[in-house]
């Protein structure tokens, strides 16, 4: 039925391009007279259509996640593009352009754009932009309307059993789950010309996204007693954005200012779901199956304004100054939801705030001057200063753990943390010019960050860089960088969060949540070296030769958990030949190896705090092998005023391995298994051309998609006994997809 559907809606589309089509047929008559000039001040309209259909053999989410070609069957391809084009001999300076992509796919683009030169551009685009994730997962849950989840009638469960393995009627109640999104965007941009010095530019966008997500959800409050389950949640939001700007422009100085909003509107505010799991002893009486329910609110609505400005000027030829300034406000007033949606649970004190009233100012400044001091020496210096002030409001609040359990006691309740943030940042490059060709770059940067409520207040970071390029050579080119970073924070007190965020008198200084000697990666000290190296090699213009390598390290201090160390290394070989003139042979070999080390220590006891001998350690390793191999051949016969023959082929193989090796000092552990995701596409096409105006092309693609994924191979929604999960599978697919189409050019 689904692809009946699409066949219909697909029919409609190609009626609808027939007009156009015979307009264009009627016009090609003509075509000699257009090319001379006949459609005014010697412009003439170019037109091209393509039309034809692509046919895909299987069903797969991941190969057209982005395209909307994951359906098996036909889909219509249809492009086309109208242009005005001026005669450059003409006083006529308008041109104009309408063109269509895929058509016949979720991911069809329109465009216009118009011009007058020198006096003003207004440009349309249109794009509908699908998001596939899986179409494979299944749950037990009915959608009874839009961010409303409950059981199916007859569910039922062993008394007094909380985990999955109770659930007795699962399998014969799971029905299809696919998460998958569209977004359409329409983007309008309007630009004019005011004189000779100034010029006024409005961008808009809306943009709506459809679909739904997956959400986790728990109930329970503590280690032992949360149940679980992923959730489909409702995506309907509207984003709206706005920048308005004036600008003035002269050879010394150049300056512009206006504003920049942004409304975000989410058509669904909560997620409302019915508890699937029997009793568990912790819970409050009432919190099972079939009379409590669980609430989560979801994205609100909320809007930023900002105003900026930015100028340049040019003290003399060798020297410029540039500035921007923005001073903005975000701002969210949603109400906020009660404790608990479950009527058994009790609530003595209601949410201290109808609505957050949240409120985020921002200012941001940054100055750069660029100077030539001599003819082989340049010098560029730039500051920035980024402010977040969160002055949201705090209040206490006396919470409801995971819809689980009677409210707590006043003393037992949480802060908000309205997080706020400065940073400073100022930097100096300098370039000398050993010779022709040869160039030198030396730098330093110096980043200051302060922060509330977290466990860091200051943070230090310096930076020096250093760069050689050589491109003197007739048949060869190299450039080498080179970069160094330190980041130095003030003292780490992880008991930070805890305290800010709990009644004062309620916990000690030396209480904790985190283990005191875990450390966050972004706000810990840090060492970080980093360097890229590319050559050229050209001995001809037929051959060219190149190589990359980078490198990438940073060090975490020791004798602290968390991230210690992470590592990318990589390096490219590619290449292209061009023997002769209707001939390109392409290709590239990539290798990229990506490490990581973690720490950290298995708590079951007070004793257990301070043994490292229950310190446990991971390593991930991945590494990625991609190769790509094309050849060309172009305009094969071709005549005189016609394309002839073009074809080619092209083959990419992509190799992905990730393991992940888990070490205890005295316990026993075992090694989890090896990701792997292997890909491979081969593609033939080939363009035939039917005479001046016109020309067949074929294509024909096998993808093929091998992953091995533990976390998703085999693994039922029950399989977990305290989490219900979705059950996709990794993705998997061996497919071709083969097109024909016709296009004609008039």
Known sequence: MKNHRRLIDNMVLALLLLPVMAWGQDSGIQDEKAEKGTAGNGAFIYREITLGAWYLDDDSYHFGKYTGLADKGGYVLADFLLEKRPDPKSSDTTRWRVQGWRLGLDSRRL???????????????????????????????RGESAGVWNLPGDWQIVPNSSTTGGLVNLQENLVRMKVDTRRRRLDLAWSRSLGDTWSFDVDFRHENKKGERTLGSIFGYNFTNPRGMILLAPVDWTTDTLEVMFAYATPGLQFSAGVYASFFGNGESTLIFQNPYGRQSQWADGVSYPDSQGRIALEPDNRYLQFLANGAVNFNATTRLTATFSRGWMKQNESLLPYTINPDLAVHIPVPLASLDARV???????????????????????????????????????????????????????????????????????????????????????????????????????????????????????????????????????????????????????????????????????????????????????????????????????????????????????????????????????????????????????????????????????????????????????????????????????????????????????????????????LWGSFALGKRSSVRLTAENARLKSQDWALDSVEPDTLPWVLLPGQNAGNYNLWLVSASWSLRF
């Open 361 to 683: 100012d921002t200012l941001t400044f940054s100055a750069r001057l660029s100077s030539r001091l001599s003819r082989r020496l340049r010098l560029v210096i730039g500051y920035r200063y980024d402010d977040r002030n969160n002055k949201t409001q705090r209040a206490l609040f006396s919470y409801i753990g995971g819809d689980a359990q009677g409210q707590r006691a006043l003393e037992e309740g949480r802060i908000n943390r309205p997080y706020s943030y400065a940073a400073n940042k100022a930097d100096a490059l300098l370039a000398y010019r050993i010779a022709r060709g040869i160039r030198l770059k030396t730098g330093v940067e110096y980043r200051h960050y302060s922060r509330d409520y977290q466990e860091v207040e200051d943070s230090d970071e310096f930076i020096w860089l250093a760069g050689l390029s050589l491109r003197e050579w007739s048949t060869a080119s190299l450039s080498f960088n080179y970069r160094n970073s330190r980041r130095d924070v003030s003292a780490y007190n992880g008991s930070v969060p805890l305290l800010v965020s709990s009644v004062p008198g309620t916990v000690g200084e030396d209480d904790w949540q985190n283990h005191p000697l875990l450390r966050k990666y972004f706000l810990t000290d840090r060492d970080r070296e980093e360097f890229r190296l590319r050559a050229d090699l050209f001995p001809n213009a037929r051959i060219n030769l190149g190589f990359s390598a980078s490198y990438f390290r940073d060090d975490y201090d020791a004798g602290f958990f968390g991230l210690n160390q992470a590592k990318i290394q990589s390096g490219t070989v590619d290449g292209s030949w061009h023997p002769v003139k209707y001939f390109t042979l392409t290709g590239f070999y990539t290798r990229e190896k990506y490490d990581a080390s973690q720490s950290s220590r298995y708590i079951f006891n007070t004793a257990s705090i301070d043994d490292p001998l229950e310190n446990w350690f991971a390593d991930s390793k991945d590494h990625v092998d991609t190769w790509n191999l094309a050849l060309k051949f172009t305009e094969l016969g071709a005549a005189r005023g016609w394309r002839g023959v073009e074809f080619g082929t092209d083959y990419t193989w992509s190799d992905t391995r990730s393991s992940i090796d888990v070490t205890a000092a005295v316990r026993e552990t075992l090694p989890l298994p090896d990701l792997q995701s292997r890909m491979q596409t081969f593609s």
């Open 111 to 141: 465009e216009f754009d118009y011009r007058q030169q020198g006096k003003q551009r207004f440009k349309a685009v249109y794009r509908e932009i699908p998001n596939r994730r899986f179409g494979d997962g299944q749950t037990p849950f």
